[in-house]
């Protein structure tokens, strides 16, 4: 195996995926919000995160929108994020006219740290948006007593984490909202893009779904008329996208199992590898490895991270840096470069992530591993 053609890609979609998007089309109802397969999947959804209520909406990134603008996030508020993250956890706080305030990230989980969110509270600070990243639990029992200790609800940015456990409990009923993306790349998707919001907050939840579709809903005393209570979206999921995303949901289970299986053998097959730190699963959490992240610890004349990803590029195999660049030091976040992140500066200099997605074979785990041996020992 010599090319980076040769690995299979992801996603992969089954037959009834495709059944399924086929009958929702067939069925002449396309964008149902109501007594559709929209609602069976928010269903699912939120039975499989062991929360009250699920809201489908068109992304994830929307979904972080629609969270924190049903707790009211607006001008002069902050909100705390991990500036190690993808861009989508911090930009829906600038569409609001708030302003993202960074924070760092641990260097064994690279989730948010409890300890530099404490330091960045302030009077204004309106949410604190948590990101599993990778698929590893974060800290939520710390970060959620940071936040209820100043009375700042929390958000968990779960795109990176259906299939990610606490003590035995999915994901997503840890703070007050909670952000699913169903995008083509993610664990599970609706065929492309796709994204939820969480909650047990039955009023978070009517927010939510009135914002999705133009602030609009029922008049009290006025039976069979809508009107927008408030300027809404259009966020909505279509029932083709709910009806991929149904059917996708059904293989979850052995879809997360798949992942761990393979990052287990990734982990067994790079033991003791000089200069490579394999990847945590903190005590007490299932982690879901969306992405199997390893870290060139530099020293000893070693390649940097660098130069061992385009090292395993040229032979086939494709590596990803894992966020090269945190949000602080990106030019959309003009006016916050000044800040001193270190554990995520350091680290993105120093992260890999492997192809670890459940259609790869024992076989192509073995060559990425043996490659990835190579280049570290080069
Ligand atoms: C951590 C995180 N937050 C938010 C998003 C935004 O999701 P989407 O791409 O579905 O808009 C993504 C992924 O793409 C993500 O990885």
């Known amino acids: 195996m010599s090319s980076f053609q040769e690995l299979p890609r992801w996603p992969q979609l089954s037959d009834d995926d495709i059944e399924a998007a086929v009958a929702a089309l067939r069925s002449n109802r396309l964008v149902g919000l109501s007594n559709s397969v929209v609602e069976e999947f928010?269903?699912?959804?939120?039975?499989?995160?062991?929360?009250?209520?699920?809201?489908?909406?068109?992304?994830?990134?929307?979904?972080?929108?629609?969270?924190?603008?049903?707790?009211?996030v607006g001008p002069g508020d902050e909100v705390i994020v991990p500036t190690h993250t993808f861009i989508g956890s911090a930009s829906p706080v600038t569409y609001l006219g708030a302003r993202p305030v960074f924070a760092d990230v641990t260097p064994d989980t690279h989730c948010l740290d409890p300890d530099s969110v404490k330091s960045l509270i302030t009077e204004r600070t309106k949410a604190i948006v948590v990101v599993h990243i990778n698929g590893c639990a974060a800290d939520m029992e710390a970060l959620a007593a940071v936040g209820a200790a100043a009375?700042?609800?929390?958000?968990?940015?779960?795109?990176?984490?259906?299939?990610t456990q606490i003590g035995g409990r999915p994901v997503g009923g840890f703070g007050d909202l909670a952000c699913v993306s169903l995008f083509e790349q993610k664990v599970i998707t609706s065929g492309g893009e796709g994204g939820a919001v969480l909650t047990n907050n039955p009023a978070y939840a009517e927010r939510v779904r009135r914002l999705r579709s133009h602030g609009e809903g029922p008049i009290e005393g006025r039976p069979g008329l809508i009107w927008a209570h408030e300027v809404g979206y259009n966020y909505r999921l279509t029932t083709v996208q709910a009806a991929v995303g149904l059917s996708q949901h059904a293989r979850l289970g052995a879809m997360v199992e798949a992942r761990r299986n393979n990052a287990a053998r990734l982990s067994e097959r790079l033991a003791g590898v000089e200069g490579l730190e394999l990847p945590v699963e903190p005590e007490n959490t299932v982690h879901a490895f969306w992405k199997y992240v390893v870290r060139a610890v530099p020293g000893d004349g070693r390649p940097p991270a660098a130069e061992i990803a385009a090292t395993l590029r040229s032979r086939g195999v494709p590596v990803l840096l894992r966020y090269p660049f945190p949000l602080h030091q990106q030019p959309a976040f003009d006016g916050h470069q000044d800040v001193s992140l270190p554990v995520a500066e350091r680290l993105s200099q120093e992260l890999l992530a492997l192809p670890s997605h459940p259609a790869l074979t024992e076989g192509h785990l073995?060559?990425?591993?043996?490659?990835?041996?190579?280049?570290?020992?080069?």
């Open 151 to 163: 009375g700042v609800p929390v958000i968990e940015d779960m795109a990176q984490a259906l299939g």
């Open 42 to 72: 928010e269903s699912a959804l939120a039975a499989g995160q062991g929360v009250g209520h699920a809201v489908a909406v068109s992304t994830g990134t929307a979904a972080v929108h629609l969270a924190l603008h049903a707790l009211d």
């Open 366 to 378: 073995d060559h990425i591993a043996d490659e990835v041996r190579r280049a570290f020992a080069a």
